[in-house]
C-alpha cells in the first residue's frame, strides 16, 4: 500500500499571499488530519476531516482552513500568510486504534 | 484536557544497548490511546508502537516496547539494541477512543546513538 503523500514539499511564499496544501490519504483511509510543526509550540493539532466532513478543529485562527473531497484527498489552506506561519505542515490519515500515518510534510518559509 | 509530558529533552545510548524514553501522561478519559513517533532529521514522523487503555499486557513492536503503568500514568518507550538510524526525534502521544479525537503530542526526546 501507498502511504500518505503531500505536495509540495517545499514551498516560499511572501506575507499576505496565500498557500494551498494536498494530502493524500493511504487507500481505504477515511480520515485525514493536518498538523503544524514549529520549533517553538512543537508539533500542534490544525483539523481532521472524515467523509468530507471536518470532524476536530484544533485552536487555529480562521486564516487556517481545509477541505476533503470524495477520494479522502483534503487540501489546507492558509490566507493572508504571516512570518508566524512557516513551519512543516504535517498530513496524517488515521488507522484502527487512531494511530496517525504521516506524509512527508511540506515545509513552507514566509519571507 | 489532555496532557502529555516528556522530561528528557536528550538522550545518549551507545549501540546495541537498550534505552527507556519516558512519557507521563494526564487525562480524565477512561478509555484512551498512547501512541510513539519518530521523526528522523528528514522530518517524517512514523509510527511506532500503540496501547489501549484497556490492554493487560504491554504493547511490543520488535525493538520497541512500551512499558505501560496505568496508576501511575506513565508510558514508557525502551528500544533494545540500539541502531545508529534509531538516531531521531521520538514523540509521545495520547488520543481519546471514540469520535472526538484531538491528539495531544508531547514535546519530544531526541535520542542520539553513538557507535
Known amino acids: 500500500k501507498a502511504g500518505v503523500t503531500q505536495t509540495p514539499r517545499y514551498l516560499i511564499k511572501t506575507r499576505g499571499q496565500q498557500v494551498t496544501l494536498s494530502c493524500s490519504p493511504i487507500?481505504?483511509?477515511?480520515?485525514v488530519s493536518w498538523y503544524q510543526q514549529t520549533p517553538g509550540q512543537g508539533l500542534q493539532f490544525l483539523f481532521e476531516?472524515?467523509?468530507?466532513?471536518?470532524?476536530n478543529k484544533g485552536n487555529f485562527p480562521g486564516r487556517f482552513s481545509g477541505r476533503q473531497f470524495s477520494n479522502s484527498r483534503s487540501e489546507m489552506n492558509v490566507s493572508t500568510l504571516e512570518l508566524g506561519d512557516s513551519a512543516l505542515y504535517l498530513c496524517?490519515?488515521?488507522?484502527?486504534?487512531?494511530?496517525?500515518?504521516f506524509g512527508p510534510g511540506t515545509r513552507l518559509t514566509v519571507l | 484536557a489532555q496532557k502529555i509530558t516528556q522530561t528528557q529533552p536528550g538522550m545518549f545510548v551507545q549501540e546495541k544497548e537498550a534505552v527507556t524514553l519516558d512519557c507521563t501522561y494526564d487525562?480524565?478519559?477512561?478509555?484512551?490511546?498512547l501512541f510513539w513517533y519518530k521523526q528522523p532529521s528528514s522530518g517524517e514522523m512514523i509510527f511506532l508502537i500503540y496501547?489501549?487503555?484497556?490492554?493487560?499486557q504491554n504493547a511490543t513492536e520488535g525493538r520497541y516496547s512500551l512499558n505501560f503503568q496505568k496508576a501511575r500514568k506513565s508510558a514508557n518507550l525502551v528500544i533494545s539494541a540500539s541502531q545508529l538510524g534509531d538516531s531521531a526525534m521520538y514523540f509521545c502521544?495520547?488520543?481519546?477512543?471514540?469520535?472526538?479525537?484531538?491528539?495531544?503530542f508531547g514535546r519530544g526526546t531526541s535520542l542520539i546513538v553513538h557507535p
Open positions: 496524517a490519515s488515521m488507522g484502527t486504534h487512531n494511530e496517525q500515518f
Open positions: 487507500s481505504g483511509h477515511r480520515s
Open positions: 476531516y472524515f467523509s468530507e466532513t471536518q470532524r
Open positions: 487525562t480524565s478519559d477512561q478509555s484512551y490511546g
Open positions: 496501547q489501549g487503555s484497556y490492554d493487560e
Open positions: 502521544a495520547m488520543g481519546s477512543s471514540g469520535g472526538s479525537y484531538i491528539p495531544t
